[in-house]
């Protein structure tokens, strides 16, 4: 069973950055890919970045590339977005999910049902 809790979420003006955090439980935490995902008030949850277990590899949505990064520290079973450049349309909860395969790399790392485990979520609110 692994936990995951998201931190870092408040309000911001456009423009501005944050970074999220997302502290997994579990020793098995450094061979999981890791995703995170957003969802708007009356939207469907959306995927935002997906990291390899290893951190070598990355994705992002094309709506936040070039201004969002994800990264992972294995050593203390965190994960991170960096959020610069925010936009008001970039006001959601955020969530980080685990797929708990160990060492694998997803072809459909986009969908939210290929991860097994789930944060609590963090807000994250862009003002204009």
């Known amino acids: 069973q692994v936990q995951l809790v998201e931190s870092g979420g408040r309000l911001v003006q456009a423009g501005g950055s944050l970074r999220l955090s997302c502290a997994a439980s579990?020793?098995?935490?450094?061979?999981?890919?890791m995703g995170w995902f957003r969802q708007a008030p009356g939207k469907e949850r959306e995927f935002v970045a997906w990291?390899?277990?290893?951190?070598?590899?990355?994705y992002y949505a094309e709506s936040v590339k070039g201004r969002f990064t994800i990264s992972r520290d294995n050593a203390k079973n965190l994960v991170y977005l960096q959020m610069n450049s925010l936009k008001p349309e970039d006001t959601a909860v955020y969530y980080c999910?685990?797929?708990?395969?160990?060492?694998?790399?997803?072809?459909?790392?986009?969908?939210?049902?290929?991860?097994?485990?789930w944060g609590q979520g963090t807000q994250v609110t862009v003002s204009s």
């Open positions: 579990g020793r098995t935490f450094s061979t999981y890919a």
């Open positions: 990291i390899s277990w290893n951190g070598f590899s990355t």
């Open positions: 999910a685990a797929d708990q395969r160990p060492y694998y790399y997803s072809g459909t790392y986009y969908r939210a049902n290929e991860y097994d485990y």
